[in-house]
């Protein structure tokens, strides 16, 4: 029966088994940007807090649609253990480092999935996965934008102050 539920699978076992790593990583990503929520409220920077949660809201939102997508080609899809999340930073500034490189990970990530798709010829995957791409387009430009507060803004004097005040002002236009 095993063999026959695979053949109904619209998607190879190796994909599907990517695709489960990526839903733990976009639940990772969630968690992680609550943990940056946490530490920007506890620290004074309310502006911050309510940007990580918008984020964490958003990987969340990335994990579901994964999660359904394995579920609707016939695969099974795995809701993961989310260990290991970083609960102190040593400053505001490493905070939005790390969440660059959290996008950047991501970003690979999804690039690994769609170059094995290409070499299956899983085509659909292939256009599901477009969406994710897009995404992550916008996720790392928003990332970027944010650290560069830190050298445009500076963090002397008022200077934190200021940077969380302008967080939630970035936005991303394709334009």
Known sequence: ??????IKCLISQDIETLLNQQ???EAHSSSLYLSMASWCNQ?????SAD????????????QLKLFKYVL???GNAVSPEVTGIKTDFAGFREVFEDALEA????????KNIYSKCQKE????????LNWFLKEQREEEYKARRALELFEVIG??????????KHVNKISYSEQ
């Open 1 to 6: 029966m095993k063999d026959l539920m695979r």
């Open 23 to 25: 839903i733990k990583k």
């Open 43 to 47: 620290n004074g920077y309310d502006f």
């Open 51 to 62: 940007y990580f949660t918008k984020q964490s809201e958003e990987e969340r939102m990335h």
């Open 72 to 74: 609707d080609m016939g």
């Open 103 to 110: 996008e950047i990970a991501i970003t690979q990530s999804f």
């Open 121 to 128: 010829q899983d085509f659909v995957t292939m256009e599901f």
């Open 155 to 164: 963090e002397e004097g008022t200077g934190r102050w200021e940077i969380d």
